[in-house]
């Protein structure tokens, strides 16, 4: 149930969100625990992470929002190959109850020189992942168990899924999502009984109808990663903004959009930001907390799980929900606007 007024446009808040069929409900409003892992990298020695943060900060973000209400956490076993499921194991700690944990599993990475070498999808793989990621979550069950491997074959990915469902009989995960951008993809996943969902790649400046309209006719969740375009939405980037040697966007890999050469922020995609700053502050609201409006505004399955890395991030994501999702005619004016 939506609960804003489409007549009168008056803002009460965004209710809280079933996870597809999961039988599962969570915050609008999920919290993205990637940046939070702190510094990793590939092989080439090519960033992986978003630089370097700190896990007591990383602590008291994560406390501030179980108090402002959130309760739902992605997380992936790889997030600073651990680091970060690691970070969040430790301060849920004794609330872990009040809240739906999200993980991923599929690649392989070395915990001691905080390396990614890459991929496995075979079927034991997945339970050693996940019997370490329980370990270091210090939970004994994963609420939504993700397939990170976005481009993997759909009939291995079949068997993967015809795993979580042994995974769900045997109580170690309650429901499950593939971590893929292609809905023919997700659809497969969606073909077991206690697939909930989908993550999913979609933001206000990259829309994502086909696996909106997926989600609606199987019932699935959307989880949207990359909600505030990797903070291009957040509206601190300045164009060419040179950024942290150890975070990602410095050197973007090819999927990585709005940080073209690595110099920075691209000027083009933060002139679409500037076009639309005024629809998204309605209301009070800041840049960023409009950018998860129009998320909660273009379906009623989105659950947008932001980024953070600070206390202060935690409190404007969070007070995003008691502004609501945008209007109708609000949704209407940002296609106007991006000539959609
Ligand atoms: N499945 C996958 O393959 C996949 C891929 C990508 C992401 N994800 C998931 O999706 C989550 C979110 O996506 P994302 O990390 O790509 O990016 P995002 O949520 O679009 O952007 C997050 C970044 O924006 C900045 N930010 C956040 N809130 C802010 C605020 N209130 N004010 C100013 N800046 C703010 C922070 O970076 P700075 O402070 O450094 O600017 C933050 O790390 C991840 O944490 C992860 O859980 C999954």
Redesign the pocket.
């Known amino acids: 149930m939506e609960t804003t007024d489409r007549t009168t446009d008056t803002i009460t808040g965004t209710a809280p969100r079933a996870l597809g069929r999961s039988g599962l409900s969570v915050s609008p409003l999920g919290f ?4 939070i892992g702190g510094e990793w990298q590939d092989p080439d020695g090519q960033p992986l992470g ?2 370097k943060v700190d896990d007591e900060e990383s602590v008291r973000a994560i406390h501030r929002a179980l108090d402002l209400g959130v309760t739902f956490f ?3 076993d790889v ?1 600073g190959t651990g680091h970060s499921e690691r970070v969040l194991g430790r301060a849920l700690g004794k609330r872990r109850d009040e809240v739906v944990v999200a993980t ?1 599993w599929g690649n392989l990475f070395d915990e001691r020189t905080r390396t990614l070498y890459g991929q496995d999808a075979s079927t034991e793989y997945a339970r050693t992942a996940l019997t370490a990621s329980l370990a270091r979550l210090g939970t004994d069950h994963i609420d939504l168990y ?1 397939l ?1 491997l ?1 481009d993997a074959h759909p009939e291995r990915a079949a068997e993967l899924r015809d795993l979580c469902e042994e995974f769900v009989r045997e109580g170690l995960v309650r429901a499950y999502a593939w ?1 893929t951008d292609d809905p023919a993809r997700a659809a497969v996943f969606a073909e077991g009984e206690h697939c909930a969902g989908v ?1 999913h ?1 979609i ?1 206000v400046l990259q829309d994502a109808p086909e696996m909106l309209a997926l989600c609606d006719e199987l019932n699935l969740a959307s989880i949207n ?7 291009l ?5 300045r164009a060419r903004q040179p950024l942290e040697a150890g ?1 990602i966007r410095s050197r973007p890999p090819a999927w990585l959009k709005g940080f073209a050469d690595g110099s920075g922020a691209d000027p083009e995609w933060l002139g679409r930001v500037d076009a639309l700053r005024d629809v998204l502050t309605s209301g009070g609201r ?1 840049l ?1 907390q409009g950018a998860l409006a129009w998320l909660w505004a273009r379906s009623p399955r989105t659950v947008p ?6 206390v ?2 935690a409190e ?2 969070a007070g995003a929900i008691g502004k609501g999702p945008l209007t109708a005619g609000q949704l209407a004016e940002v296609d106007r606007i991006l000539g959609r």
């Open positions: 993205g625990c990637w940046a978003w630089g992605d997380t992936a997030y991923k993700q990170h976005s971590s993550q790649a933001n990663r990359s909600p505030l375009a990797m903070g939405l957040a509206g601190k980037r975070d800041t960023a799980i932001p980024g953070f890395r600070s202060a991030q404007e994501n």
